[in-house]
């Protein structure tokens, strides 16, 4: 049996899937993205007259894409710290890992309390971002 969680407090997610589910006292988050919670836009993106992309700001979306995996943990009834395994998917590993990693410092900066990464560059994801979150923690009791 698993309990599967929805919320308002981080963007829909683009298909038909929930935001999470736990299983015993692991939870599993679906990929998360950098779209605002109360608009559903991209943050970060700058698009030309005729809507398409022209830039992205990866600093911006890290951090969006960070509340974001913080919003569902906070509805699942986890924190921050119970993170255990975070898997990151980006569309430009060459340009965008720098930036990425400096923000992951800022919100990681113990390495001892930090969660286990893997970070993967991949030529797409399934909307206009840069960056996706998967997620696993472990809920204390």
Known sequence: MSDTIRTRSAPPPVGQYPHARRVGNLLFLSGIGPRDAATNAIVGNVHDAQGRLISYDVDAQTRVVFANVR?????????????????????????????YNAVWTEYFPDIDTAPCRTTLGISALPTEIAIELKCVAAIRD
């Not at 898997?87 to 930036?99: E, G, I, N, Q, S």
């Open 71 to 99: 919003a569902v943990l906070e509805a699942s009834g986890a924190r921050w710290e119970d993170l255990v395994d975070v898997t990151v998917y980006l569309t430009d590993m060459k340009h965008d890992f720098k930036a």
